[in-house]
């Protein structure tokens, strides 16, 4: 194999289910987010024929094998004089699904060091087979959260993968541990028994699950935190009737809600691993106190991060302008300081370039960004660095981005919260037909994109925009 690439490193997120374990497996929707620890993948060429493994800290290889096995089978590529290695940001004891993150790292890697260009689609289907070989079981979920990150209705075997925007300022989730690791498979295999002896009990239950689904759905999308702690509850109690539920997490549960969540549940397979309660960033610190105070470990994690994407390109050290909610400057931190902590709202700006016909410059944004790679994007957007007013870091942003330096008019300025980040963000507008040069480091297309054209994009759950870039657009009226 002559065209390799000398190395490649790949991560992926671990993931939580928020709402539909069990029943998703039987054909029903569930809704499941990325969290922000995350496990990498490197593969590099080597001198010596087969492929050598290290993986420190972890004895089981098994879904690594898996995946070289099933991309030879399935891609007709023999993978040879390599060496792959990974590192993780989590326990494996957690539930945050490390072997469906190291099976989609491991393939997604593999993909691009033999430049295999694979859709989203072969590589979810190819990492859920992998899977599938070693368990014997599996729904897919967690193979595509880790693929495409953020937060995802899923339907079995990626009949259904939309996007979801978590639309919750002000509210977070607590994810705390209870210290007992859960066997998934034979619980999973459990519950498949107790269907096949009391069908209609157990399917009423799975209906109802997924009924609770789709409605959490609407809740999430509309902001309505009160709405989704009661689902929450909701989907505890048909949880606790399939008897997946334990002691542990019953305590923890109860602790939560007690010290303010609006609403608490397990997250998994259950019988151990993790539970999740939504609460205000009020009640936050209340409720983690009480979680650990009851034997429980909280994991501070983010929720909604980008899925499996190659080392980033971006200086994690530039220094970025921390501010308060009145835009007072307050001091400087790092990209890698502001993007993991909510509390360091930082300055960033939008420029969304228009042409004579009325339509939208958009950029689809490189896989090696270090925050939404694969999305698009408005015309320019950036972050505001030290010493730099918003209308210089956009000067800056296109020159890097476009090629080009246009007037600009300021045309909104709002606080944005990510699940892991804040902003205050400028949004300026200019004019252009082009021609543009965009920079290859940062962006993959750039095109021009009329309201209508746009409208029926988005109806296409391939089709990613920020979240970012969809509050600019409906702000300056195009959506």
Not at 346 to 371: C, P
Request: aromatic letters at 8%; glycine letters at 8%; a negative charge.
């Amino acid at each position: 194999m002559d065209n390799l690439q000398k190395t490649i490193s790949i991560s992926a997120p671990g993931k939580l289910l928020l709402f539909g374990e069990h029943a998703v497996v039987y054909g029903y929707p569930c809704i499941v987010s990325s969290v922000s620890d995350r496990l990498t993948v490197t593969i590099y060429e080597s001198e010596k024929s087969g492929v050598e493994i290290q993986t420190p800290g972890v004895s089981d290889q098994r879904f690594i094998h898996a995946a070289i096995q099933e991309f030879e089978k399935r891609f007709s590529l023999k993978i040879d004089h390599c060496m792959l290695s990974t590192s993780s940001e989590f326990s494996s004891s957690f539930g945050f699904g490390s072997s469906s993150a190291v099976t989609v790292a491991t393939m997604k890697a593999l993909s691009l060091f033999t430049r295999k260009n694979l859709s989203q689609k072969e590589l979810i289907d190819a990492c859920h087979a992998s899977v599938l070989s070693v368990q014997g079981v599996g729904s897919g979920f967690d193979v595509a959260s880790s693929l495409y990150g953020g937060t995802i209705l899923y339907e079995f075997g990626g009949k259904r993968i939309e996007l979801l925007l978590m639309n919750l300022p002000g509210y977070s989730f607590v994810v705390g541990y209870t210290g007992e690791k859960a066997d998934t498979v034979s619980i999973v295999k459990e519950v498949a028994e107790k269907r096949e002896k009391y069908t209609e009990k157990v399917d009423r239950i799975f209906q109802a699950i997924g009924d609770i689904v789709l409605q959490a759905k609407t809740a999430l999308e509309d902001g309505d935190a009160t709405r989704l702690g009661i689902l929450l509850n909701y989907n505890q109690e048909y949880l606790r009737d399939l008897g997946v539920s334990s002691e542990k997490l019953e305590i923890l549960i109860s602790v939560s809600k007690k010290a303010g969540a609006l609403g608490a549940k397990l997250s998994g397979a259950g019988r151990g691993d993790c539970m999740i309660a939504l609460v205000s960033n009020e009640k936050k610190s209340a409720v983690e106190d009480a979680i650990e105070k009851s034997g429980g470990t909280v994991m501070r994690v983010f929720l909604g991060v980008d899925g499996a994407k190659i080392a980033s390109t971006d200086n994690q050290e530039e220094l970025f302008i921390v501010v308060d909610k009145n835009d007072e400057v307050i001091g400087y931190r790092s990209r890698a300081d502001c993007h993991s902590d909510k509390t360091l709202i930082h300055r960033s700006l939008d420029v969304v370039i228009f042409n004579d016909n009325g339509e939208i410059l958009l950029q689809k944004r490189s896989m090696t960004k270090d925050t939404r790679p694969g999305y698009w994007g408005v015309s320019v957007g950036g972050h505001v660095s030290k010493g730099e007013t918003y209308e210089d870091a956009a000067k800056r942003e296109m020159k890097e981005e476009l090629g080009v330096v246009l007037p600009v008019t300021t045309a909104e300025k709002f606080l944005f919260e990510y699940p892991h980040e804040t902003e205050i963000d400028v949004v300026f507008t200019a004019n252009s037909n082009g021609p543009f040069t965009p920079n290859t480091d940062e962006i993959d297309e750039v095109k021009f994109f009329s309201k209508n054209e746009l409208s029926r994009k988005l109806l296409d759950p391939t089709f990613k925009l920020t979240e970012l870039s969809y509050e600019c657009l409906k702000r300056i009226k195009f959506l």
